[in-house]
């Protein structure tokens, strides 16, 4: 079963600085890749995806993710963030045609100003 | 396009009582999910509907659990009696079934058991 570990629980950032958001997973079969953002007392919505082709994908919000297959990896950045960012970020893997989604446990990025 | 739509927002109850909750996807989506997010954790999934079968519900504690989706659009999620930690928010999700992982998100639905 396939499995997804994000790194930091709580990033904090300065406005207009950088930010990373690090999620690795684990599968023995292909999957597809997701990150999606919660606002405070809001579903969730996705935000970017990762299916096959390039690499790297670009979201909405100004934010773009790598799939690295040998790191099992699906890291998300921004290069300048803002207050507004400020959410739970949760990174989210597939088994190709499961349809289901398995969800890390989030982090949550604190942009101040 | 109107969203996800969840009832009610909010719903405190005492442990052993039953609660009910709505949910209403997005006209047209075939599949229908309910997941469980405890507070400080990602959403779990408990149940998949395709239209009105249900393709895995492996993960809902079915003693107390249960969920129908009536006539493959609208659906109810039941716990019958609850417990302390069935405290958290339940989010309804609904996608065409075809597209992996676009998932449409209702707001939730927060349920304190005291």
């Known amino acids: 079963a396939q499995s997804v570990t994000q790194l930091d629980s709580q990033v904090p950032v300065f406005e207009e600085a950088p930010v990373e958001l690090r999620c690795n997973y684990s599968s023995s079969v292909s999957v597809y890749l997701f990150w999606y953002v919660q606002y405070p007392n809001q579903g969730l919505q996705l935000l970017l995806k990762?299916?096959?082709?390039?690499?790297l994908v670009k979201g909405i919000n100004g934010f773009e993710a790598e799939f690295n297959k040998s790191q099992t990896s699906f890291h998300m950045r921004k290069p300048s963030v803002h207050i507004s960012d400020t959410a739970e970020y949760f990174c989210?893997?597939?088994?190709?045609?499961?349809?289901?989604?398995?969800f890390g446990k989030g982090t949550k990025l604190s942009v101040i100003p | 396009e109107a969203g996800v739509a969840q009832s009610p927002r909010y719903k405190i109850i005492e442990k052993r009582q039953s609660v009910a909750f709505w949910c209403n996807p997005i006209?047209?989506?075939?599949?229908l999910y309910w997941y469980q997010q405890i507070l400080g954790q990602g959403p779990k999934l408990l149940i998949q509907?395709?239209?009105?079968?249900?393709?895995?519900d492996s993960q809902l504690p079915k003693d107390r659990f249960s969920a129908e989706r009536l006539k493959g659009v609208d659906s109810t999620l039941k716990i019958q009696p609850a417990k302390l930690e069935d405290s958290a928010v339940y989010l309804c999700?609904?996608?065409?079934?075809?597209?992996?992982?676009?998932?449409?998100f209702g707001e939730g639905s927060r349920l304190t058991v005291l």
């Open positions: 989210a893997v597939e088994e190709a045609g499961s349809y289901q989604l398995t």
């Open positions: 509907f395709q239209n009105n079968g249900v393709v895995d």
């Open positions: 006209s047209g989506h075939a599949t």
């Open positions: 990762y299916l096959s082709g390039s690499t």
């Open positions: 999700a609904s996608s065409w079934g075809q597209r992996a992982g676009e998932l449409f």
